[in-house]
């Protein structure tokens, strides 16, 4: 789906002006990826980006839980350059079509586990399992340099972030499910919403080369 609108971004942006036209590599956070410039002259550039970190694996504990940890995180954006000054300093702003998902999956395994206030002997099916999403579109702002009107080899940095809330879901599963209270599920959610669920926005700070042509 990102890598389908971001070639239809791409086929929009060449279509918009007779300007030199630039493809760049980009990598650092949130991932690495590439993208398309269009120049509309000295003062405005429009541009249609892939990021992306694929996805990762790790085991991580929260208030107390050993969760197996999945994270999954990849963006398009479609954007806007003002170069104020008509160099290569710029104020950047646009939307994304992004995925950053994060599930966390705890097991029983025979053992305890404390959700909540509340310590639950679990069997080897119990599992407890935590979903923390942003929104699928979100607004981005940031400043950079590079993606203005020359041709040749290009360089560019960013910095910015994707503005949006992280949202929390949850599922219990095996003969556990029918015990654990939601007093306790909504205890262990709140402390979660401390920690991973503050998450408001996604920062980019990246590095780029591009050929102009």
């Not at 239809?8 to 956070?29: D, V």
């Amino acid at each position: 789906m990102h890598k389908t609108s971001l070639c239809l971004a791409i086929a929009l942006l060449a279509a918009t002006g007779a300007q030199a036209q630039e493809i760049y590599l980009k990598a650092g956070l949130p991932g690495y990826g590439i993208g398309f410039a269009q120049p509309l002259g000295p003062l405005f550039t429009v541009r249609a980006d892939f990021l992306t970190l694929g996805e990762r694996r790790e085991r991580r504990t929260e208030d107390g839980i050993d969760y197996d940890g999945r994270l999954e995180a990849s963006r398009v954006a479609l954007l806007a350059d003002l170069f104020p000054f008509a160099g290569s300093f710029r104020i950047s702003a646009g939307v994304t079509a992004a995925k950053y998902r994060l599930d966390l999956v705890a097991t029983g395994a025979g053992g305890t586990i404390t959700v909540g206030n509340t310590t639950y002997t679990t069997t080897a099916n119990d599992r407890f399992e935590v979903q923390v999403k942003m929104p699928s579109t979100m607004p981005y702002l940031g400043i950079g340099w590079g993606h203005h009107s020359q041709s040749g080899l290009r360089f560019s940095f960013d910095i910015g972030a994707a503005v949006g809330k992280a949202r929390l879901g949850y599922q219990l599963s095996g003969p556990w499910a029918s015990q654990v209270s939601q007093q306790d599920i909504d205890a262990e959610l709140a402390e979660l919403r401390d920690g991973v669920g503050k998450v408001r926005a996604i920062p980019q700070v990246t590095l780029g080369i591009g050929y102009s042509f």
